[in-house]
């Protein structure tokens, strides 16, 4: 199992600018950012890269946790680990919501998961849920995806693309070949590590600029 933490220096933060729940303008700083990396054939497999990560007021700064699976061994692994995370982010750190992109696809997948594991949480229901794809959906009338909305937010994707089919076949080969991780190139791994890095960061940027980039959008200019 790869295990990696990394911290990422945030400068200031306009509280007007946040995503907020009702009057609440600080949901950011109660908040998990979330995004899996997964196989599914039929129904879910595996999870390969879990990325979670959460903003330090103190510090200033995303903390963000990855772990990725090398072996089928690991597959099981990998779910006890998420399962560690996000009880302390709750009850430790008192984390209240949970923000994803198209989140229904991550929830389903790693809740059949834990069910089938006997871990009793469904993650969409531990925390509170936050869909950005859903918001942006909501004031512009228009479904987009992440890689668009970074452009509009003015994010860049330093990382290369990475097409969820090619995801799926490394982790397909990765389950089934418990040698197979020890032959793949270092560069590749690092690959999806840091795509999977900037979609979890992305979305912590996105939450705390949201109304600087979304307060001209109306619905009726989206045809």
Not at 40 to 68: A, D, R
Not at 130 to 139: G, R, S
Request: hydrophobic residues 35%.
């Amino acid at each position: 199992m790869i295990t990696k933490n990394k911290t990422v220096h945030i400068s200031d933060i306009f509280k007007n600018n946040c995503l907020a729940d009702g009057n609440n303008k600080e949901v950011y700083k109660k908040a998990l950012f979330f995004d899996l990396e997964h196989y599914v054939y039929k129904k879910p497999i595996c999870v390969g890269v879990f990325g979670c990560g959460y903003y330090n007021e103190e510090l200033s700064q995303i903390e963000l946790t990855q772990y990725m699976i090398e072996n089928e061994e690991d597959a099981n692994e990998i779910l006890k680990l998420a399962e560690k995370y996000f009880c302390k982010a709750k009850n430790e750190l008192n984390k209240e919501y949970v923000v994803t992109f198209s989140g229904n696809n991550d929830f389903t997948m790693i809740n059949y998961l834990f069910e089938k594991n006997n871990i009793d949480i469904k993650v969409n229901e531990y925390f509170k849920s936050v869909d950005l794809q859903k918001e942006y959906e909501k004031i512009s009338g228009k479904c987009i995806g992440l890689k668009n909305l970074e452009k509009i937010f003015s994010i860049p994707r330093e990382t290369e693309l990475i097409s969820g089919a090619t995801l799926a076949k490394t982790f397909a080969k990765i389950i089934k070949d418990n040698e197979y991780f020890e032959r793949m190139p270092e560069e590749k791994v690092e690959k999806i590590l840091s795509y999977n890095e900037q979609d979890v960061t992305s979305l912590f940027y996105i939450m705390v600029n949201w109304y600087e980039f979304t307060k001209n959008i109306k619905k009726e200019d989206c045809k």
